[in-house]
Nanobody, 128 residues
Framework: HVQLVESGGGSVQVGGSLRLSCVASGYFVARSCMGWIRQAPGKEREGVATIHTGTGVVPMYAESVKGRFTISQDNAERMMYLEMTGLTFEDTGMYYC?????????????????????WGQGTQVTVS
């Protein structure tokens, strides 16, 4: 079982930037599908970005964040990041680091949050 812990959330003005981090511990498969999922108040969870720790699978992004967000990883440190720029009101929400058991979580578009079975506690992002 993998444990995930997010950090880096906070309050930022429109147009600002934030960098979210996620550290994985416990059982961690070398080739895993990882992702960032967010949930705005009163809305369903939305897959934001995914990245595969193996090779041959390109990162995926929700249309709403393409060109503004960048997902990256450091496998040696078991870290995953989400660099967010050009933030808008619509980016406000709780951001979760998540892991999927299947590579399908990292190849299906749009991102299906149901593919992700391990979740962190979330980190709040507020854009005002």
């Amino acid at each position: 079982h993998v444990q995930l812990v997010e950090s880096g959330g906070g309050s930022v003005q429109v147009g600002g930037s934030l960098r979210l981090s996620c550290v994985a511990s416990g059982y961690f498969v070398a080739r895993s599908c990882m992702g960032w999922i967010r949930q705005a108040p009163g809305k369903e969870r939305e897959g934001v970005a995914t990245i595969h720790t193996g090779t041959g699978v390109v990162p995926m992004y929700a249309e709403s964040v393409k060109g503004r967000f960048t997902i990256s990883q450091d496998n040696a440190e078991r870290m995953m990041y989400l660099e967010m720029t050009g933030l808008t009101f619509e980016d406000t929400g709780m951001y979760y680091c998540a892991a999927a058991r299947s590579v399908l979580g990292c190849v299906e578009q749009p991102i299906r949050t149901a593919r992700f079975t391990s979740w962190g506690q979330g980190t709040q992002v507020t854009v005002s």
